[in-house]
Structure formats: C-alpha cells, structure tokens
C-alpha cells in the first residue's frame, strides 16, 4: 500500500494540551510544524459532554489561575473572553459522616498554624500535631514520601484524613507513595531547612501565590480549549491529524522518520507529548535508557460521574464547591464538586438545573472501576444522600471513565525524570513533554509544552 510522505521542520506526537500547546508555540514562530493524535479527538483529559442537554466537562474542569500559561494559551486561541474565575473555592472535608471546613492556613490540608482540628482529628489525634514542636527533626535524603514525612511529623491521622484526599483529588495516588519533592516541591526545601512542619507549612507558604483568583474555567468548558488551539495551528499552516497513531519513530542521517497506518513523516526535531508507556514505547529502539524509567512510571484510574438535578427539589447544600473525601472512611466517591456553585456560566445557562459531580477510584481503589456504570452512579448517589441529605432522582447520570489517566508521582519521580531527560538529550532533536514529567495539572501541561518547543527553537536551553 502507497502511503503519503511529509516534511516538516517540527513533529508533535500526541494531541493532548501538552502537545497541542507545543504545536500552538512552534507555529507562531513561523516553524513548520506537525501534530499527530493516536485517538479520534484532541485534548487527552480536556473533554466536553452533556448530561441533562446541559455542556459540561467530563475531565479537567478547571486552570491554576497564578499560573498564566493555561489562561494565555486560551487567550491566543480568541477564548479569552469566556476566561471566567470560580465562583468559590471554598471546600470540606466530610470526614467521620460530618462536613467539616478545610482547616484555615493549610497546605495541601496539612496545618500551618495552631487552627482548631477537633473533630476533624480525634483527641488523639488532635495532642499528635501538637507534638511537633518538641520532636527531633525528621531526616530524609533525596525524596520521601509525602505522607510518610507529614505522618512523622503530625501523626497518621493528619496524613490519613487531611493530606490524602487533597493528593487523592490531585494525582488519584496514595500519599504513602507519592513523592514529597515532587507533589510539594516547596515544603520540600522548607522541610530541609525547619525542624517543625509547622514552619516548614508557613516558609513554603510564602509567596506562593499571588493575590487575586485561584481557579479559572471556560465558559462552556475547558473541552473548548483543544479543538480552538488545533484550529489556530492550521490557520497558521500547520498540519494536524486525529486518528493518526505513530507506529515506529527512528533516527537517520536526516533527522527523525515517524510511521503512521497511512503516512510517513520526517522532520529535523520531534516531542513526544504522549503518555510514558506510549513515549517508552515509541523510543525503545532508539533510546533504551530512556524509555526504560518511562516504562516504569506508574498510572491510576478513575471515574467521574456527574449528575444533573431539579433544582427545586434539591435540599439546601452546604456552603462552597464541594468537598473531599477520606478513604480511611470507606465511601466509593473521594470528593465531589457542586459544578453549578462553583461556575456560574453553568448555573447560568441552565437556572433550574444543579450540576455535580464525584470521582472515583485512583491508587489501591481499582475495584470499583470494575463495577457498572449503573452501579458507580447508584452508590455514588448513596453516598452523596448521606453527605448532603436525600436527594431526588436524578434527571440523567453519566460515568467517564479515565483508564490509566494520571501518572504517578512516586519517591524518586524528579530523579526519574532528569534521568530520563539525560537520556532523550543524547540524541539531537527529541524533546518530551505531557503530564508524566512536571505536573498533572493543565496550566503545567501548557507549560511544560511551551518549554518544549523553545527547546526546540533554541529559546531555552534543555
């Protein structure tokens, strides 16, 4: 079979935000540039769907505002109108069957000043925190496990019940696992240079972020976002392809050759802006010593279920966005969202509908990804009744799964990834960037794919 051949100046492999903002950079230098997506859609977990007729996000819903990149990507694109903060931030804990306000003065829920934890912790666990102050300094040498180090400090039940499910809601991982240097990097040189972690809370704490919103979302949804940056790539002439998996990606005397099912492309420099598993795949044969570490890097899954209500016949909710989830408790959902409190170009284009979701699964909890769709929404709305009282019916319910979805930032992950950047480094031209290497979020996947396509134009050095 003939297939098409193609010359470009750049490739990107993956369609995903990562991807697609390396593309967007690239082609407003003027760099020929081509994007290749594996699946039929652009946007990797930047996805719109409908539930009640109502649009809504059924991955990512919302941009890290102190960090513009997200919001200047959008800007480019002509959304920057739509560019709409959280109505509120404001979130619970419900723990031990009661809701309880985020402590004031946390950092990823850990404690940075003597705020009241009574009922959240138990009396004993409550005296623990206090014993901080008198400890010996914990040591570590390179990395530790976040909930390790903040368990040593102030007890399990502050790991457990505070720390797990705001990392739970962020990397769907378990804290035992996850990387203190890597998810906090921050806390991670203030607990170098503090004995106490309520110092360390406090030193990292400051400067973080500057005054002002704390989430952006689109009017509409982030699903917009992937489909108007491919848009604007191909405006500005460059080529980009869904449904276009690359088969094999080699190296010759004039630069990188990449394979798909129905075309060749070859260019003088390439990202791979796909998952790790994918990226270790494509770079077996070329960079084995990177494509080793990629391989080892682990994914969770989750499931998101969203549900649309009658408005009226809700009971009052609590105040805020919603609120996170223990798993010491044993519940299906680790957090849920009221959508329709939180963005209010959702409640205003539907008035008498209430939007919200829960999540599901992540680290250790795969089993309940087994279960049916209807199964995941009847015992997520169980769980929803006893946290905010009896709800009605709802008017339509939706389960998206999200397979291997996020990576794992374990012990050892920045080590991980400088290793595996060393390695790609070695061969002219291949530059990575996605989700695997310096943030899950959205706005760090935009940046990590700008700094990809500078590496690419000479801009920054790797």
Known sequence: ??????????????????????????????????????????????????VAGIPVDLGAEALFAPNPAAAELARATGLGHRLQPAATTAAALWSRGTLHPMPSGHLLGVPGERTELSGLLSPEGVDRVRQDRTLPRTEFGDDVAIGAYVAARFGPEVADRLLAPLLD?????????????????????????????????????QGAAPPGPVFLGLDGSLGLLPAAVGELVRRRGGTVRTASPVLTLTRGEGGW??????????????????????????????????????????????????????????PALPPGSGFLVPRADGRTIKAATLLSRKWRWLADAAPEVFVLRTSVGGHGRQQDLHRTDAELARRALHDLSDALGPLPAPLESRVTRWQDGIPQYTTGHVARVANIRAEAGKLPGLWLCGAAYDGVGVTQCVAGGWRAADRALGIEAP
Not at 265 to 276: D, E, L, N, S
Not at 285 to 305: F, M, N
């Open 257 to 314: 050759r990449a394979r798909t099912p129905a075309a060749t492309f070859t260019a003088g420099q390439v990202i791979v802006a796909v998952p790790a598993p994918a990226a270790a795949a494509l770079l077996t044969a070329e960079t084995p010593g990177a494509a080793l570490p990629l391989s080892e890097i682990e994914y969770s899954s989750q499931a998101i279920v969203t549900f649309a209500f009658a408005r009226r016949e809700l």
């Open 1 to 50: 079979m003939t297939t098409e051949t193609h010359t470009t100046d750049v490739l990107v492999i993956g369609g995903g935000i990562a991807g697609l903002a390396a593309a967007q950079r690239l082609s407003e230098a003027g760099v020929r540039v081509a994007l290749l997506e594996a699946s039929d859609r652009l946007g990797g977990k930047l996805r719109t769907g409908t």
């Open 169 to 205: 809601g962020i990397y769907a991982g378990d804290v035992y696992h996850l990387s203190l240097r890597a998810t906090a990097p921050r806390l991670f040189d203030a607990a170098k240079a503090h004995a106490s972690l309520f110092d360390a809370v406090r030193a990292a704490q």
